[in-house]
T-cell receptor, first 114, second 114 residues
Framework: GEDVEQSLFLSVREGDSSVINCTYT??????LYWYKQEPGAGLQLLTY?????DMKQDQRLTVLLNKKDKHLSLRIADTQTGDSAIYFC??????????????FGKGTKLSVKP | EAGVAQSPRYKIIEKRQSVAFWCNPI?????LYWYQQILGQGPKLLIQ????????DSQLPKDRFSAERLKGVDSTLKIQPAKLEDSAVYLC????????????FGPGTRLTVL
């Protein structure tokens, strides 16, 4: 199919780790992204990974990429209530000479319980 | 550095009316995008500009939607006439011409069509 797929909901307890999974479709995508959206706000870029990398770590965030299975995950260590939001996975697809537009999943709503 | 600005933040209109949204990208960003985000979905690209030229408008419903980016800076997106299914958040994003195509999003305009 052509969709980027994510599970819709994830609930964790404060202090636990959260893992949000995503499968994408275009094996030629050069970059994959994670965005965060809080209620009533636009999308905030959290991190991205280049397709020739397996892993990228940035403070509490760890991104894992399995290119063979087209599987991307975002791990948030020591999850806090402020991490409650919708998390979008996106891939960048190029068309002709364009720089590429983002194809988003439907988003995973992360709820963090105190 | 100021972020992407959008106005208005909210708009309520009746079907068959017209509406226009405005976006001011981050200074120096040559590429500007308009996305439509329907409730419960990820954003979907409507149109991409590089400076004042259109790069990709394949997903723009051209019978009712139009967009322009005069002088390669600000942009307006217009819907005329609006339909009920146009109710959504309209997000503007801009990017530098970097390898990662890092896109920065504005807060969006929430449109309700009654």
């Amino acid at each position: 199919g052509e969709d980027v797929e994510q599970s819709l909901f994830l609930s964790v307890r404060e202090g636990d780790s959260s893992v949000i999974n995503c499968t994408y479709t275009d094996s030629s995508s050069t970059y994959l992204y994670w965005y965060k959206q809080e209620p009533g706000a636009g999308l905030q870029l959290l991190t991205y990974i280049f397709s020739n990398m397996d892993m990228k770590q940035d403070q509490r965030l760890t991104v894992l990429l399995n290119k063979k299975d087209k599987h991307l995950s975002l791990r948030i260590a020591d999850t806090q209530t402020g991490d409650s939001a919708i998390y979008f996975c996106a891939e960048s697809r190029r068309y002709g000479g364009s720089q590429g537009n983002l194809i988003f999943g439907k988003g995973t709503k992360l709820s963090v319980k105190p | 550095e100021a972020g992407v600005a959008q106005s208005p933040r909210y708009k309520i209109i009746e079907k068959r009316q017209s509406v226009a949204f405005w976006c001011n990208p981050i200074s120096g960003h040559a590429t500007l995008y308009w996305y439509q985000q329907i409730l419960g979905q990820g954003p979907k690209l409507l149109i991409q500009f590089q400076n004042n030229g259109v790069v990709d408008d394949s997903q723009l419903p051209k019978d009712r939607f139009s967009a322009e980016r005069l002088k390669g800076v600000d942009s307006t997106l217009k819907i005329q006439p609006a339909k009920l299914e146009d109710s959504a958040v309209y997000l503007c994003a801009s990017s530098l011409e970097d390898l990662a195509n890092t896109q920065y999003f504005g807060p969006g305009t929430r449109l309700t069509v009654l």
